[in-house]
């Protein structure tokens, strides 16, 4: 009866190296979001999927931010050349609609040292 | 940069009372929702309000909406220790995206 869950719940990592995030949703949930939480502000939206597909990629800050969803379930956040402004929780939340109830995993907190 | 804005940005009050957290958007919304948040890390769903109501209640929370003023309240009422916690308004626009505030820190003194 799981929630969302992400891995690593910590993810220290050297400046120029790359990083993989991964969410599982709860199951049946067809829409996925990547956020991003900075100490102090709220979550900043990043990505969001509708079954495999991003339907917006809009909120990813350059293009050493990707993720995927291949198979419409367990979603990847890749981060290529990590810069130290990178630092923060990343946060996953799935609902069954785009408009509903976001439901979120505890987060990965990424420092980027 | 986040769409929304939540005031005060922090609160302290003592248990018992009730506490008001308010927020703004600034665009057209489908729905507003607030989560909450403790230590930093997971957000929960409170109760979601979509842009036709006006009013909705969930136990000791009474959520408001008016799209005229573009803005929303949160009332908790007879506050407990437990609802120390941050406390996020989000705006779902009616594309795919949510845009959260910044939050409202509320601390709740035994």
């Known amino acids: 009866g799981a929630g969302v869950s992400q891995t690593p719940s910590n993810k220290v990592t050297e400046k120029g190296k790359y990083v993989e995030l991964r969410c599982d949703p709860i199951?049946?949930?067809?829409?996925l979001y990547w956020y991003r939480q900075s100490l102090g502000q709220g979550p900043e939206f990043l990505i969001y999927?509708?079954?495999?597909?991003?339907?917006?990629d809009s909120g990813l800050p350059n293009d050493r931010f990707f993720a995927v969803r291949p198979e419409g379930s367990v979603s990847t956040l890749k981060i290529q050349r990590t810069e130290r402004g990178d630092s923060a929780v990343y946060l996953c939340?799935?609902?069954?609609?785009?408009?509903?109830?976001?439901?979120f995993g505890p987060g990965t907190r990424l420092t980027v040292l | 940069s986040q769409q929304g804005e939540e005031d005060p940005q922090a609160l302290s009050i003592q248990e018992g009372e009730n506490a008001t957290m308010n927020c703004s958007y600034k665009?057209?919304?489908?729905?507003l929702q607030w989560y909450r948040q403790n230590s930093g890390r997971g957000l929960v769903h409170l109760i979601l309000?979509?842009?036709?109501?006006r009013e909705k209640h969930s136990g000791r929370l009474r959520v408001t909406l008016d799209t005229s003023k573009k803005s929303s309240s949160l009332l908790i009422t007879a506050s407990r220790a437990a609802d120390t916690a941050s406390y996020f308004c989000?705006?779902?626009?009616?594309?795919?995206?949510?845009?959260f505030g910044a939050g409202t820190r509320l601390f709740v003194k035994a």
């Open positions: 939340a799935s609902s069954l609609t785009s408009a509903g109830e976001q439901f």
């Open positions: 199951s049946g949930h067809t829409a």
């Open positions: 999927f509708q079954g495999t597909g991003a339907a917006d």
């Open positions: 665009t057209s919304i489908n729905n």
């Open positions: 309000i979509r842009s036709n109501e």
């Open positions: 989000a705006a779902y626009t009616g594309g795919f995206k949510t845009i």
